[in-house]
Nanobody, 118 residues
Framework: QVQLVESGGGLVQPGGSLRLSCAAS????????IGWYRQTPGKQRELVAV???????NYADFVKGRFTISSDNAGKTVDLQMNSLIPEDTAVYYC????????????WGQGTQVTVSS
């Protein structure tokens, strides 16, 4: 079992920055890849970025060069630094832990709202 708690969402003007944090706890945590997803009303949840101790990082094309995913040495806090935010980045952002070898095993945080608006 893995527990995920997100923080750091809020309201920011276009061009601004926000940093989201995901605090993870649970057993065998090193077996999981941690990612950030986002969802807007009426649309499917989409991958934003993922970090995996085995294969590094991966980003969706729409955030490359603007967002950076990172983790602490223990891998129990995963941050998403979001720069040059645009209104289209407005969404609920979710932290996800997916088992590296059994990808049907995954856990979600409760989500945090990010609103980009002037």
């Amino acid at each position: 079992q893995v527990q995920l708690v997100e923080s750091g969402g809020g309201l920011v003007q276009p061009g601004g920055s926000l940093r989201l944090s995901c605090a993870a706890s649970g057993k065998s945590f090193s077996l999981y890849a941690i990612g950030w997803y986002r969802q807007t009303p009426g649309k499917q949840r989409e991958l934003v970025a993922v970090i995996n101790s085995g294969s590094g990082t991966n980003y969706a094309d729409f955030v490359k060069g603007r967002f950076t995913i990172s983790s602490d040495n223990a891998g129990k806090t995963v941050d998403l630094q979001m720069n040059s935010l645009i209104p289209e980045d407005t969404a609920v952002y979710y932290c996800n832990a997916k088992h590296r070898f059994v990808n049907t095993i995954q856990y979600w945080g409760q989500g945090t709202q990010v609103t980009v608006s002037s």
